[in-house]
């Protein structure tokens, strides 16, 4: 895909299939990557009440009569001069720069700040593709109007048309939201296999669920101080039985005590939880070992960050595998 075709804002010709990358953008827990799965159909991104959850930019796809649309999902945006959130924020830049549409979602029930406005002027260049999804109007205190106001203000150049007013949660508004995206998509064939509902490979979705889990019962204490090492993987018994060996590693030792638990509770309700989510994902049965480990400061190993926060949105390097996925 050529960076003119990327940056196309030529719509379609009537009765031609489309197809876009769509990049998801807005603060930490405005519920992209709930609205992700949910767009999908599928258990996609990982979701935790922890702001910054996202790491990586994840990928989800959906396939219509009237084309595909690749969403990814980018770290949530906020002020910090933190190593792994300027990285994190530079996975989310190129999101922007390298598709088509951009899909930025802000949260009703909160007001705007210096950080949205923020936001807002790291959109502004790419105003002529973004469409707003104002999600969480579901909530109490929920006020669609200073949202508007804000876009009025801050984005004057996304005509109001494309303010969609929708709630993840409750799936209001989603519908009208994907016809305003094909609407916008520019021509052109699906850019993956139409069974497809997201390009992840199998370790990587591993990781992201153990991850999951370990954050939505560490919350409190570490939630940002783990990442998941997946060491080895096999398949066994005749490919019905995926076996897996992986790691939650921990910046200090001291921390190794709270991941483990009281008697190994901890890691116990960490891997069985896992494990469930991961027999709903895949064909195969998985039996997980999981264990602690300290990679001492690792949220300052740049090479460790590299390989952890993935920037790459090059849609030929797709691995297909194996999961459970009806059309």
């Known amino acids: 895909m050529t960076d003119e075709k990327k940056k196309s804002t030529t719509p379609p010709q009537a009765g031609g299939r489309r197809s876009a990358f769509v990049?998801?953008?807005?603060?930490?827990?405005?519920?992209k990557s709930t609205l992700l799965n949910l767009l999908c159909g599928e258990k996609v991104a990982i979701v935790s009440p922890v702001p910054q959850t996202t790491r990586n930019t994840i990928r989800g796809i959906i396939n219509r009569p009237e084309g595909q649309l690749v969403f990814v999902d980018t770290p949530g945006r906020h002020n910090s001069e933190k190593?792994?959130?300027?990285?994190?924020?530079?996975?989310?830049?190129?999101?922007?720069?390298?598709?088509?549409?951009?899909?930025?979602?802000?949260?009703?029930?909160?007001?705007?700040?210096?950080?949205?406005?923020?936001?807002?002027?790291?959109?502004?260049?790419?105003a002529d593709r973004t469409v707003a999804a104002i999600n969480k109007t579901d909530l109490p205190g929920a006020d669609v109007s200073s949202i508007k106001s804000f876009l009025q203000k801050t984005l004057p150049a996304i005509p109001e048309d494309r303010y969609l007013v929708i709630s993840a949660?409750?799936?209001?508004?989603?519908?009208?939201?994907?016809?305003?995206?094909?609407?916008?998509?520019?021509?052109?064939d699906p850019l993956y296999p139409e069974d497809y509902y997201t390009d992840q490979d199998v370790q990587f979705r591993v990781e992201e669920i153990i991850r999951e889990k370990a954050i939505n019962r560490l919350r409190e204490e570490l939630p940002h101080s783990l990442y998941i090492d997946v060491a080895d993987m096999e398949l066994k018994d005749n490919g019905t039985r995926l076996w897996v060996r992986a790691f939650i590693a921990v910046e200090r030792e001291s921390q190794k005590g709270m991941v483990v638990g009281k008697d190994g509770k901890m890691i116990k309700a960490i891997r069985q939880a896992a494990q469930k989510d991961l027999d709903a994902i895949f064909d195969w049965k998985v039996e997980l070992d999981l264990r602690v480990k300290t990679v001492k400061d690792w949220r300052h190993n740049d090479r460790l960050l590299k390989k952890l926060i993935d920037f790459s949105l090059d849609f030929f390097k797709v691995t297909r595998y194996n999961c459970k996925h009806e059309q």
Request: proline share 7%.
């Open 23 to 31: 990049a998801i953008i807005g603060r930490p827990s405005v519920g």
């Open 83 to 126: 190593k792994m959130n300027k990285k994190l924020m530079d996975a989310s830049d190129r999101a922007m720069g390298e598709s088509e549409l951009i899909l930025y979602v802000l949260d009703a029930s909160r007001s705007p700040g210096p950080e949205e406005e923020a936001i807002a002027k790291t959109i502004e260049p790419f």
């Open 169 to 188: 949660r409750e799936n209001q508004g989603t519908q009208e939201l994907i016809d305003m995206l094909f609407k916008m998509a520019p021509q052109g």
